[in-house]
Antibody
Framework: QLQLQESGSGLVKPSQTLSLTCAVS??????????WSWIRQPPGKGLEWIGY???????YYNPSLKSRVTISVDRSKNQFSLKLSSVTAADTAVYYC??????????WGQGTLVTVSS | SYVLTQPPSVSVAPGQTARITCGGN??????VHWYQQKPGQAPVLVVY???DRPSGIPERFSGSNSGNTATLTISRVEAGDEADYYC????????????FGTGTKVTVL
């Protein structure tokens, strides 16, 4: 059974960089046919797709966040990561990592709350 | 970018049928996926490709899609079905391809 687990800083100061990692177990991140996404959900609000990465390293980002987002993959550790720079209070959210197959998300991490506050 | 509109809330009595709509321009030409999210938990895929169910999802969950509206139907509603439900599509013509609906809170009376 595939499992995804987010980790990283739960509190980030405004203007700093948010960093999260998603560890994948029960399967290889290098398996073909999948992409690996980050999705976020502000408190009490809906879901917003942030971006994805393929095992090859190719990425695609939400245009509204593109200038601040970097997603990378570490195949040796079977994990992928998110960096979001210049954060503001509007970036406070639960951040999920998820596997995408055939344009839908079949496995999700449990999510991690990131609060942007001084 | 493509917009998906859902009713904010749906209320249903136990044992009855809940229908959750997802509206979008010519959504019938796209594949629609549905997620269930209970409080404090990650979303769970309950229907994909309009009407297919992942392994482990009860047959009570079904989906349809035509014209400008997709529908998730929950038959014989149980208390455990109380959750937020989100539709999602992949819009190939958009620079923001993964689009989620606004979400619907299902309340079991």
């Amino acid at each position: 059974q595939l499992q995804l687990q987010e980790s990283g800083s739960g509190l980030v100061k405004p203007s700093q960089t948010l960093s999260l990692t998603c560890a994948v177990s029960g399967g290889s991140i290098s398996s073909g046919g999948y992409s690996w996404s980050w999705i976020r959900q502000p408190p009490g609000k809906g879901l917003e797709w942030i971006g994805y990465i393929y095992h090859s390293g190719s990425t695609y980002y939400n245009p509204s966040l593109k200038s601040r987002v970097t997603i990378s993959v570490d195949r040796s550790k079977n994990q992928f990561s998110l960096k979001l720079s210049s954060v503001t209070a509007a970036d406070t959210a639960v951040y999920y990592c998820a596997r995408e197959v055939e344009n839908y998300f079949d496995y999700w991490g449990q999510g991690t709350l990131v609060t942007v506050s001084s | 970018s493509y917009v998906l509109t859902q009713p904010p809330s749906v209320s249903v009595a136990p044992g009855q049928t809940a229908r959750i709509t997802c509206g979008g321009n010519n959504i019938g030409s796209k594949s629609v996926h549905w997620y269930q999210q209970k409080p404090g938990q990650a979303p769970v895929l309950v229907v994909y490709d309009d009407s297919d169910r992942p392994s482990g999802i009860p047959e009570r969950f079904s989906g349809s899609n035509s014209g400008n509206t997709a529908t998730l139907t929950i038959s014989r509603v149980e208390a455990g079905d109380e959750a937020d439900y989100y539709c999602q599509v992949w819009d190939s013509s958009s620079d923001h391809p993964y689009v989620f609906g606004t979400g619907t809170k299902v309340t079991v009376l």
